[in-house]
Structure formats: structure tokens, C-alpha cells
């Protein structure tokens, strides 16, 4: 049987109903899913093409695409909701609900939610990504008093797509810090962390998941091979210890669940855009 055909359909970036649908399909793990997102969908004809294109998947199929949608035009959004599809409306559902309790129309303007609307917290997003980059993998440690946290870790434990997505997604200053040979030898806080003990978070992964990931990139190194793996995980675990460091395990977690664990555990503001 092939795949459930899956349409993402927006008249602006679509990432709302990305995020949406994703998490509603992940609730069913034993359904294989070919999911299509087509955003900036915001003329007639755009629309009668979209149309076609979900029409001739659930042909090609023989079941009917699943269709999540967030239009703000009525007239756009009610032909899709009419196609051959089984559309979910994501913004009508609780649109027409808040309207009721709030007794206020919604702006129904497109694209709020991602855009510039407020243009201080935009720039202030905008210099987090520039300073996770500017501070990443230990670089730049003179900056550090301006970090809202800091990430320690060895080596490909996960620090670096944390710190952007904390950067990206709530503005957050974050800078990472690699624990070398060297570091964990001397079993003791590198001199550059000292002075920021209450802003650090550990991140540790199991032996093997690191083992496979350092295999990808120096395969049968000594830098890869498990017992290098589990001598720098179990030094660096007794150093979260030591210092008191919350940490996290991020073998089995997603990048927005490490986020969210650390904002939550270090008390951090996030800011939403």
C-alpha cells in the first residue's frame, strides 16, 4: 500500500501548519506518511493547481490525501475544504471559537505570526543567532558575560543545533563550550566556564548513539571507537556532578525538547515572535 498522501497547504509560509501537522501525524507511528508543503498559496490559480495536485494523488493512491490548512481567505480556504481531500482547517477551528468568546472579529491578516511585528524583538532574535555563532565551540570566551547560558559537552554531544534553535526560536544568548582531553584530565572546571557556573547545562548522549555519530565523520579513529566514547561521557558526567551542572541526555530527545528542558531548568525568558 503506498504512503497516505499528506498536503500542507498555506496562503503564507505554511510553518504554523507544518508544525501542527506534524505533531498530529506523529501520534500514529505505524502509518507511513508522504507529506508535500506548499506554501504562498494566495491566487485563484494557485489554488485550482493545488487542487489538481491533491485530486490526482488520491487517484494515484486510491485513498484520499489528508489536507491541513491555514487560509485566511474564505473564498480559498472553502475550495480546498470541497476538494477531494480530508482537510483539517487549523485556524478555522479555533478561530471561529475565540471570535465567539472574545466577541472580536480576528485582523485575518496572513503571516502575523512570522512576521516583523514587533521590530525590537526581531533584531534582538537576529543578534541571539549572531552571538551563537560568534560564540560556538568555544570560541570567543571573552563574550561570555553576555550569555543568557552556556552548553558544555564533548565533542558531537549536541551542542550546536541547540544553541541556534535556542537563538532562532526564543532569542536566547547561547554560547557552547567543548570538553577537550585536556579538560576532562584535569577533572576540574576549565578556567574560561569559572566564572559562570550558575549559567552552565551539560548535555551527555549515550556511548553507542555518540560512537555512530563520530563514525560518520573520522570512522575507525580513535576519536570514534566506544571506549574513547564512554571514557568522555563518564568524565564529563561526573563533572555535571561535581559543579552541580543541570544536564540533559540528549540521545532519544528532539532539538525543541532539549530547548524547552533547558528554559525551563535554568528559569530562562523566551521570547515568543
Do not use: I, M, N
Given at each position: 500500500m503506498s504512503n497516505r498522501p499528506v498536503f500542507v497547504v498555506s496562503d503564507r509560509t505554511g510553518i504554523t501548519a507544518e508544525m501542527m501537522s506534524h505533531s498530529l501525524l506523529t501520534q500514529f507511528p505505524n502509518?507511513?506518511?508522504?507529506?508535500?508543503?506548499?506554501?504562498?498559496?494566495?491566487?485563484d490559480d494557485k489554488v485550482s493547481e493545488v487542487i489538481k495536485q491533491i485530486n490526482d494523488a488520491g487517484e494515484h493512491t486510491g485513498v484520499r490525501p489528508l489536507i491541513f490548512l491555514t487560509f485566511v481567505d474564505d473564498a480559498h480556504r472553502a475550495r480546498l475544504l470541497d476538494c477531494g481531500g480530508v482537510s483539517f482547517?487549523?485556524?478555522g477551528t479555533f478561530l471561529d471559537p475565540l471570535?465567539?468568546?472574545?466577541?472580536?472579529?480576528?485582523?485575518?491578516s496572513i503571516g502575523v505570526s512570522h512576521g516583523i511585528v514587533d521590530p525590537v524583538k526581531y533584531t534582538n532574535r537576529i543578534g541571539a543567532v549572531n552571538y551563537a555563532v560568534h560564540c560556538d565551540d568555544g570560541l570567543n570566551v571573552r563574550d561570555y558575560p553576555s550569555a543568557d547560558v552556556i552548553l558544555v559537552g564533548v565533542s558531537r554531544a549536541g551542542k550546536t543545533p541547540v544553541s541556534l534553535y535556542l537563538a532562532m526560536q526564543f532569542g536566547v544568548h547561547c554560547a557552547n563550550y567543548p570538553l577537550t582531553d585536556h579538560d576532562l584530565e584535569r577533572s576540574n572546571l576549565p578556567p574560561a566556564l569559572e566564572d559562570y557556573r550558575d549559567r552552565l547545562f551539560g548535555l551527555t548522549i549515550r556511548p553507542e548513539r555518540l560512537q555512530q555519530i563520530r563514525q560518520e565523520r573520522r570512522n575507525s579513529s580513535r576519536y570514534a571507537s566506544i571506549q574513547q566514547c564512554r571514557y568522555e561521557l563518564s568524565q564529563a558526567e561526573q563533572l555535571y556532578l561535581r559543579y552541580r551542572i543541570p544536564s540533559a541526555d540528549t540521545t532519544s530527545l528532539s532539538i525543541e525538547e532539549i530547548a524547552t528542558g533547558i528554559i525551563q531548568k535554568l528559569r530562562l525568558k523566551r521570547d515568543i515572535y
Open positions: 502509518v507511513k506518511f508522504d507529506v508535500t508543503t506548499l506554501p504562498f498559496v494566495d491566487t482547517d487549523l485556524f471570535e465567539q468568546e472574545l466577541d472580536h472579529k480576528s485582523s485575518h
